[in-house]
């Protein structure tokens, strides 16, 4: 897959500004159409506002175009609240409620070609202390069936081996699309033996009968997911079925923070602890981190999941999220163990909002695309609060 990083930069006329980023997947070309419906359609309305009115902004951009965009939305959206964040002096997750400091992290595996490469990479992970990983498999069921059972066959020796008592909370990603529901029942059935704690994506998020009957059958917590349902009532109705043991979705995709915390705020309402997404470059993944520390004291999520390997999605940043090993057991709260990493929000040179900068002149080398939108480009349009809208969508 290609990987394709699209920033909305917002200045303002007092020299504010405000950065956001998504990430996307392509398999044939890298992918503008972010970033030209971003520059076309978005910004030039955003000139002359009132970049504080975020939610009067956002109402504006999802009446008016059509079909939404949700990349795009949230893009901006990002933006809107990196820029208050700054100006206020406080990093996002403060703003949004703040309901902790720090989250223990979960490896996401890459997909391998062999049962020998993913248990090298268990190791790798065990030996770094992290206790949470994610096995991206095979996407084949036969072949996943005995992955699964060596994965945790593995990790139990090498923790007897280690003479660690610590538990390993295991998971399988499928994607979405690979297990017909036959496959999928009996997977559910094949890891809650094996004592995973949860199963994800095993068929299309938009199955919502299909799921409802899974999650009612299965021992193992059900999750979709998380990156077809990007419309508030799709999700309510899938939260109201009782489609899955938790709720999943990602800030980038569902329109941004501002939509964040209404589907948070309908799964919590529902009783569904929310297992926020955060895979992605680091202007997603820190989006997505700072809504999971903001919300969700009760039933927020459990981890933040880290993309490896980490340096593919770090490029153009001048600050990146770094994990650090739990040291004493207050500062790990309930669940984690010592020695085991965890991340706190980026709050760079005390920045604020995001807490991450971008090396801009990094990034412009990757861009393919590159467009400004200011009151420059309007003959007769008023200087308002928002001086100027920028897009670069760069290869990662």
Known sequence: LRSTLTICR??????????????????????????????????????????????????????????????????????????LGRASGLPLYCLL?????????????????????????????????????????????????????????????YMRGKELTDQVYLALDCE??????????????????????WFEAPLPDRDFEAYADLTRRSEI?????????????????????????????????CGGITAARKFFAVAEAHGLRTEIQSWGHTLTAAANLHVTLGLGARLGSTHFELAVPKEIYEVGMLDTIKSTPVSNVEEGGGGVALGEPVVHAPNSEGLGG???????????????????????????????????VGSVTSRL
């Open 176 to 197: 979405c699309k690979f297990y017909s529901f036959d496959e999928a029942k009996r997977m559910a059935t094949l890891l809650g033996s094996l004592e995973y704690e």
């Open 221 to 253: 917590d059900i999750l979709p997911g998380g990156n077809s349902v990007m419309d508030l009532q799709s999700f309510t109705d899938g939260c109201k079925r009782r489609c899955w043991s938790r709720a999943r979705f990602d800030v980038t995709v």
């Open 97 to 157: 409620g703040g309901s902790r400091t720090s989250l223990p992290v979960q490896w996401s595996s890459p997909s391998f070609e062999s049962v020998r490469e993913y248990l090298a990479w268990c190791d790798e992970a065990l030996d770094e202390g992290c206790r949470r990983l994610k096995i991206h498999g095979f996407m084949n069921f036969s072949k996943d069936r005995e992955l699964v059972v060596a994965i945790r066959r593995h990790v139990d020796e």
């Open 354 to 388: 995001l807490g991450v900068r971008v090396d801009w002149l990094a990034m412009e080398e990757l861009a393919f695309y590159n467009e400004r939108v200011s009151t420059s480009d309007r003959p007769g349009a008023v200087l308002g609060a928002q001086e100027g």
């Open 10 to 83: 917002i200045r303002t006329a007092c020299g504010l500004e405000g950065v956001g980023g998504v990430t996307q997947y392509s398999v044939c070309e890298f992918d503008a159409t972010t970033a030209t419906h971003l520059t076309r359609h978005l910004a030039p309305r955003l000139l002359g506002q009132d970049p504080f009115l975020i939610e009067e902004i956002m109402a504006s951009l999802t009446s008016d175009v059509y079909p939404d965009a949700p990349h795009a939305n949230a893009a901006v959206d990002i933006a809107l609240w990196d820029l």
